[in-house]
């Protein structure tokens, strides 16, 4: 069974730093492209960030690049979110989606985790 | 890159047909044949309902179809149940490698 587990939200105050995780388990992670998706509260899914198999190519929304950086460990087969300069407006449930197809992008995702709550205030 | 426009909510008895919009531009909808839908309660997971368009993952009704026409998909849920309630996204990926999804419609059956 394919299984991704979110890890690491928490509260931090507006202009601070915070990684979390996404830790997978039953499928080949390194033959998958990955990505994260936030909620803010009363608002829809927001696309933020993917990466390709290999770490190689990543992408980003405007509304976080240059803040936000995602990676991979292909050999602990988890995937990351640092976020740098947080803001009240990244308040939000952060969920890593595996890409359903594709190696270097993401054109769909088919399993997705339940997600991390990140709470950026003072 | 701005979300694609969805209705804000659609509505319908148990057994009736309904058709969600999804209107984008020709970068992202009407440029390719990757257009997806979820199904989100919030703080769930979202599932995957409908993939490249038209296509159905395992373990997903047939009562879901998607279509596209020019900039505008839909995703149709036809014999509506009760489990259908949700918060329904059309996404899409984009001209600039990257992917956006729309703006959510809650789904309320009568």
């Known amino acids: 069974e394919v299984q991704l587990e979110e890890s690491g939200g928490g509260l931090v105050q507006p202009g601070g730093s915070l990684r979390v995780s996404c830790e997978t388990s039953?499928?080949?992670?390194?033959?998958?492209?990955m990505s994260w998706v936030r909620q803010a509260p009363g608002k829809g899914l927001e696309w933020v960030s993917a990466i390709s198999f290999s770490g190689g190519y990543t992408y980003y929304a405007d509304s976080v690049k240059g803040r936000f950086t995602i990676s991979r460990d292909n050999s602990k087969n988890t995937l990351y979110l640092q976020m740098n300069s947080l803001r009240a407006e990244d308040t939000a449930i952060y969920y890593c989606a595996k890409a359903g197809r594709g190696t270097t992008s993401v054109f769909y995702m088919d399993v997705w985790g339940e997600g991390t709550t990140v709470t950026v205030s003072s | 890159q701005s979300a694609l426009t969805q209705p804000v909510s659609v509505s319908g008895s148990p057994g009736q047909s309904i058709t969600i919009s999804c209107t984008g531009t020709?970068?992202?909808?009407?440029?390719?044949?990757?257009v997806s839908w979820y199904r989100h309660h919030p703080g769930k997971a979202p599932k995957l309902m409908i993939y490249d368009v038209s296509n159905r993952p395992s373990g997903v009704s047939n009562r879901f179809s998607g279509s596209k026409s020019g900039n505008t998909a839909s995703l149709t849920i036809s014999g509506l149940q009760a489990e259908d309630e949700g918060d329904y996204y059309c996404?899409?990926?984009?001209?600039?490698?990257?992917?956006?999804f729309g703006t959510g419609t809650k789904v309320t059956v009568l």
């Open positions: 996404s899409s990926y984009t001209s600039f490698s990257t992917y956006v």
């Open positions: 039953g499928f080949s992670f390194n033959d998958y492209a």
């Open positions: 020709a970068k992202d909808v009407g440029g390719y044949n990757y």
